[in-house]
């Protein structure tokens, strides 16, 4: 079995830092474009290899800055379960865990909150951010969608939801990928990053 943390889609520009919207959506543009290339070509994608010709790319809703949220702090961890804890996987395993603290922020028109992450193969200050919401298991992967959150150098962060991605475990099931606790389900329809691909049959 594949020993997948939760992707590698961390680590690229996502474009927060350029000037303007239009070269915000060219940043996204060209990871995704480069994404597709990987998971077409590379040996290491997901996509099993007897269907990897036929690849069209992945399947995503249009970029939305309302699905942006910025300036976050990391508040302290609230909730009721304990602060290290083991995450159960895609394939029955458990992988470390700390609940780092929480997010707290509106999203359409109400406020949300989310617990951040830190795996065991994590460093830094960089936290993983998994959630459930309204078309978690019809339009998009039924474990939920990451997103890989890094601080801002005043330590403040953000969250965007354009960025969030489906875990290698969507695609096939040889992979090991956390599943999203339960505290981490948003009470609305998240329509940014992946999705299934709806002409695929869901």
Same mark, same amino acid.
């Given at each position: 079995m594949a020993? /997948? $943390? /939760?992707?590698? /889609?961390?680590? /690229?520009? #996502? +474009?927060?830092? #350029? $000037?303007? *919207?239009?070269?915000?959506l060219a940043a996204i543009a060209h990871e995704r474009e480069a994404k597709d290339e990987f998971f077409h070509d590379s040996?290491?994608?997901?996509?099993? &290899?007897?269907?990897? %010709?036929? *690849?069209? +790319?992945? %399947?995503y809703w249009p970029i939305?800055? +309302?699905?942006?949220?910025? $300036?976050?702090?990391?508040?302290?961890?609230? !909730?009721?379960?304990p602060a290290t804890f083991e995450i159960p996987t895609s394939d029955g395993r458990l992988r470390p865990a700390e609940r780092a603290g929480t997010f707290s922020f509106e999203l359409?028109?109400?406020p949300r909150t989310l617990t951040a992450y830190r795996l065991a193969n994590m460093t830094g200050g960089s936290l993983f951010v998994p959630f459930l919401d309204a078309t978690s298991g019809?339009?998009?992967? !039924? &474990?939920?969608?990451?997103l890989d959150v890094e601080p801002e150098p005043d330590g403040r962060y953000f969250l965007d *939801?354009?960025? %969030?991605?489906?875990p290698y475990c969507a695609y096939a099931p040889q992979y090991?990928?956390?599943?999203?606790? &339960?505290?981490?389900?948003?009470?609305?329809?998240?329509e940014a990053g992946e999705r299934l691909d709806p002409g695929a049959g869901g």
């Open positions: 020993d /997948h $943390d /939760h992707d590698e /889609h961390d680590g /690229h520009d #996502h +474009g927060h830092e #350029h $000037d303007g *919207f239009g070269a915000y040996p290491q994608s997901p996509i099993p &290899a007897e269907t990897r %010709a036929t *690849f069209r +790319g992945l %399947a939305d800055p +309302g699905y942006v949220v910025i $300036d976050l702090e990391l508040g302290p961890y609230v !909730g009721d379960g359409g028109g109400a019809t339009e998009t992967y !039924g &474990a939920g969608r990451y *939801f354009n960025l %969030a991605y489906q090991s990928c956390p599943l999203t606790p &339960a505290e981490n389900r948003l009470a609305t329809r998240v």
